[in-house]
């Protein structure tokens, strides 16, 4: 069935079928036909972060950023579906075309540049969810704000969403907002991560509820860089990390006519490099709770990604290559190597 939907909504600019095929699984959510077709979610319970998964498959950020479609992509049975990116001010993204596809290597490139309608309007779906599996929210700054005064974003975003997050993600790594990455390291990370953790501490104090605070890196780093944010994850007492974002480099997909596009790279090239970064995170942070998440496409890569050292995982492009029914198989293949 997935396969002639995705026939169709291939022939279209991407961004567009990106579009309809979320407002068709919308649609197919008010009838109640989602579970009709895919059943009922995995039951793999595990605790986490003081959190209760249902499943330990997740939706990564960036595939719903304004929670418009959380009860329909959270009814595909995830055990937990992140939203966002969000910035305090809504902001259109940058130029279109911004999505590309390199359907030779199961891979997209895309350079949305934190495309969404604000945080106020994502807080207001989140309250209205009827999802009952957990709810991440991945927080950003917005483009017209400085690198230099990012913290400011991070901090507006992280006292909006604290009411309704099951967790915060801050994403320091996207490479469509420039500047970004640099706050990955060393001096800055921590002048970035410092006042975040001790702002998170005192909303958790004011409102007896403790939410857990991630942050979500690149893949784009050597070991002794993976080793510096290690260092300053722990330093601060991170509840987390999200391993990883999209990668900018082509060598995986060099030749691809798509492959000089601006923007990251996401999909099956980006999977080594990721369970890479997984290997060295948990050598550096061995009792942190690690998502895992880059180029998950079947049953057994999920697999791969709990072997490296993660202990949840999240889909995005695979999820567009492979159809819905992969949560599933990625699901009941993490159940069965418990």
């Known amino acids: 069935m997935y396969n002639l939907a995705r026939s169709l909504l291939f022939r279209l600019d991407p961004e567009t079928s990106h579009g309809m095929a979320l407002r068709g699984l919308e649609a197919l959510h008010r009838v109640g036909g989602i579970k009709r077709v895919y059943g009922e979610p995995v039951s793999d319970p595990i605790e986490l972060m003081g959190l209760r998964f249902n499943n330990r498959v997740g939706l990564a950020a960036g ?12 009814a595909l049975g995830f055990g937990f579906v992140e939203v966002g990116t969000v910035t305090p001010k809504a902001q259109p993204g940058n130029p279109k075309p911004r999505l590309f596809r390199l359907t030779g290597h199961d891979a997209i490139i895309n350079r949305f540049g934190f495309n969404n309608k604000g945080v106020e309007h994502l807080v207001q779906q989140v309250k209205q969810r009827h999802y009952g599996g957990i709810v991440g929210i991945n927080i950003g700054k917005n483009l017209a704000t400085s690198v230099e005064h990012a913290l400011d974003d991070y901090l507006l975003c992280l006292e909006a969403v604290h009411g309704v997050a099951d967790y915060i993600a801050v994403n320091i790594s996207s490479p469509n907002t420039p500047g970004l990455r640099t706050l990955q390291f060393g001096e800055q990370l921590d002048a970035l991560l410092g006042p975040i953790r001790a702002r998170s501490h005192e909303l958790d104090a004011e409102t007896g509820r403790k939410v857990p605070l991630l942050v979500k890196i690149a893949p784009d780093m050597s070991e002794e860089e993976v080793a510096l944010v290690a260092g300053s994850i722990a330093g601060n007492a991170l509840d987390g990390v999200i ?3 999209t990668t900018v480099s082509r060598e995986a997909v060099s030749g691809d006519p798509q492959a000089e596009e601006a923007g990251g790279l996401s999909g099956k090239p980006v999977f080594e490099a990721s369970n890479t970064v997984i290997r060295l995170l948990r050598a550096q942070l061995p009792t942190l709770p690690i998502i895992g998440v880059g180029g998950i496409d ?11 050292g993660a202990d949840l995982v999240q889909l995005y492009s695979g999820l567009i290559y492979q159809g819905p029914g992969l949560v599933r198989e990625c699901a009941e293949a993490l159940k069965r190597a418990r």
């Open 63 to 74: 595939l719903d950023k304004n929670a418009d479609h959380l009860d329909a992509l959270g």
């Open 243 to 245: 391993a990883t974002n």
């Open 298 to 308: 079947s049953g057994d890569a999920a697999s791969a990604k709990i072997a490296a």
